[in-house]
């Protein structure tokens, strides 16, 4: 009963990242508060939030391991412990899924944005240098 409970709290926080969560990879130490998940795999879309400049293919999270400290629970902190993650990854493109032709305009607009940056920061070093002349 107690591993539905735990199995339940984890999937509602770590289901949007990993699949294979469930109570068979759960081991639970209920006296010394530690709760252990292992060999999960990592779903592909788990690291889009942090919009890095790859799109994972794969990955692994070897184990989980969370140290409930049950008798301070809420005074003390919960750690959580990760081990073994391996991640295959490719660089992301601009433009998922588009044509060759979108891809090129997607660039010529991100080249005239940092044109107009530049030109921006230089008009503005202009108009300091001419305040202080």
């Known amino acids: 009963m107690l591993e539905d409970q735990v199995a339940y709290l984890l999937q509602s926080y770590l289901g949007n990242y990993v699949i294979g ?71 992301a493109t601009i433009v998922e899924g588009s044509s060759e032709d979108a891809v090129q305009e997607a660039k010529k607009n991100r080249v005239r944005e940092m044109e107009i940056k530049l030109l921006e920061k230089t008009h503005q070093l202009k108009s300091e240098m001419v305040g202080r002349i």
């Open 21 to 91: 969560l469930n109570k068979e990879a759960l081991k639970i130490s209920v006296w010394k508060g530690d709760v252990e998940l292992t060999n999960m795999q990592l779903k592909p879309e788990a690291l889009n939030a942090l919009n890095l400049p790859v799109k994972v293919k794969a990955g692994f999270l070897g184990s989980v391991k969370l140290k409930v400290p049950w008798s301070r629970l809420g005074q003390d902190p919960v750690l959580v412990y990760l081990d073994r993650i391996f991640l295959l990854a490719e660089p």
